[in-house]
């Protein structure tokens, strides 16, 4: 039950994470790179101080610095500056379509292949997410955002998988971030154009950062270890789901029927692929 509980806490974080994006700058009161240049330095800030407090250090020349740092900046910059040119809800079915993908594909490689049952859970959740997350009308894919997108699918499913290997989430983490924020602030400066935030944005983008972001990715490093890849990997589309329903109860969105069925869908697939069935 614990398990279940800070998973289900750390899903709530990372949606949390896309209403806090969506409400800074839907509002006006930031633009995406700005955004994710704070939230970035912010996320290091923070999760460094915290190590410091606790008397630690941060393991900045560990060899899990290539993989966690690297595929941490490759998803953060891959994520913002697709969306740019991506509409909000293709971008997010891209996102954690690809992340299925990369950990169901790495973990095969590894000689951990996903059971009948899970592939059968993913398929339905993602297809659930598809009809949730499909734009309504014409469909016009910004083939840049689009590989952008993917990057960024790839990146964080990297950084899902190397989160089981790391001995100290919190330390960990903070390494990976503060390894991180050179290459990724300068990359999004470079494509994110001019720089538009107000005092609100600023205040948004730290609350994602130091909080939503470094915080909840520091709870993921630690739930990991505990989740088969598999299970890892069909959680996370929760997300959407549940970023969607936030906004419907702290945003005034609408809640239609086709976002219950989806959720159903979402939710059933997920239950598919994660619970044991008991054997009669």
């Known amino acids: 039950m614990r398990l279940f509980l800070l998973t289900a806490l750390t899903m709530c974080a990372f949606a949390a994470n896309s209403i806090l994006n969506r409400l800074a700058i839907d509002s006006g009161a930031s633009d995406p790179a700005g955004f994710a240049v704070v ?3 912010t996320g290091a800030v923070v999760l460094a101080c915290l190590v410091w407090l606790k008397a630690g250090h941060l393991p900045l020349r560990n060899r899990r610095r290539v993989a966690g740092a690297g595929s941490l900046a490759l998803y953060m910059i891959g994520f913002s500056v697709a969306y740019l040119t991506l509409d ?12 299925q993908i990369t950990m169901f594909a790495v973990t095969s490689v590894k000689g951990n292949a996903p059971t009948a049952r899970q592939l059968a859970g993913a398929a339905i959740a993602l297809t659930g ?4 997350l499909w734009p309504s009308g014409a469909v016009q894919v910004d083939l ?7 990057a960024a699918g790839i990146g964080w499913g990297i950084y899902s998988l190397v989160g089981r290997s790391e001995p100290d989430a919190l330390a960990g983490t903070a390494a990976n971030f503060v390894v991180a924020l050179p290459v990724t602030v300068l990359a999004l400066l470079a494509f994110g154009g001019d720089w538009q935030m107000t005092g ?12 939503t972001s470094g915080m909840g990715y520091a709870l993921w490093y630690r739930v990991l270890p505990q989740l088969a890849p598999g299970t890892a990997a069909v959680v996370q589309l929760s997300v959407p789901i549940i970023a969607i329903i936030g906004g419907v109860l702290l945003l005034g969105e609408i809640a239609g029927l086709r976002l219950i069925l989806g959720a159903v869908l979402v939710l059933g697939g997920i239950a598919l692929a994660v619970l ?5």
């Open 276 to 280: 044991r069935l008991k054997p009669r």
């Open 144 to 150: 840049t955002g689009a590989a952008l997108m993917t």
């Open 88 to 99: 909000a809800g293709l971008g997010a079915l891209i996102l954690f379509g690809v992340v």
């Open 129 to 132: 997410l598809a009809y949730v």
């Open 39 to 41: 939230r970035v330095l």
């Open 200 to 211: 609100a944005g600023y205040v948004l983008a730290a609350v994602s950062g130091g909080i």
